[in-house]
C-alpha cells in the first residue's frame, strides 16, 4: 500500500495551494480517506476526510477555506487550499482507513507546506 503526497511547496499569505495523494495497492474506493496536518512543535492534528460517496467531515476551523475531494476511478485524493494563512504553514499527511474501524492504517509520506506572511 502506498499514498504518495504531493503539491505542496511556498506560497504567501493569501495564496492557493493544492494537494494531491495518489494511493496504489488498495481499493481505493473501499477507504475513507483523509488529510492531516503536523505544524512545527505541534502534534499532528485532522484537516478534513470524505467518503467514498462524497461524505465530509472537516475541522471546524478550516470550513470555508479547505475544500476536500476525491477521485475514486484515479485512486486520488485532493485538498485545495484558499485563503492560506501563516499558521497553516505544516506538514500535510494524507491517511486511509477501511469503513470497519475508525484507525487511519495507512499514511503518506507527507508534503511541506509554508505559507509566508
Known amino acids: 500500500v502506498q499514498l504518495q503526497a504531493s503539491g505542496g511547496g511556498s506560497v504567501q499569505a493569501g495564496g492557493s495551494l493544492r494537494l494531491s495523494c495518489a494511493a496504489s495497492?488498495?481499493?481505493?474506493?473501499?477507504?475513507?480517506v483523509a488529510w492531516f496536518r503536523q505544524a512545527p512543535g505541534k502534534q499532528r492534528e485532522f484537516v478534513a476526510s470524505i467518503t467514498s460517496g462524497g461524505s465530509t467531515i472537516y475541522v471546524d476551523s478550516l470550513k470555508g477555506r479547505f475544500t476536500i475531494s476525491r477521485d475514486n476511478a484515479k485512486s486520488a485524493l485532493y485538498l485545495q487550499m484558499n485563503r492560506l494563512e501563516s499558521e497553516d504553514t505544516a506538514v500535510y499527511y494524507c491517511a486511509a482507513r477501511q469503513y470497519s474501524t475508525s484507525t487511519w492504517g495507512y499514511w503518506g509520506q507527507g508534503t511541506q507546506v509554508t505559507v509566508s506572511s
Open positions: 495497492g488498495i481499493t481505493f474506493s473501499r477507504y475513507v
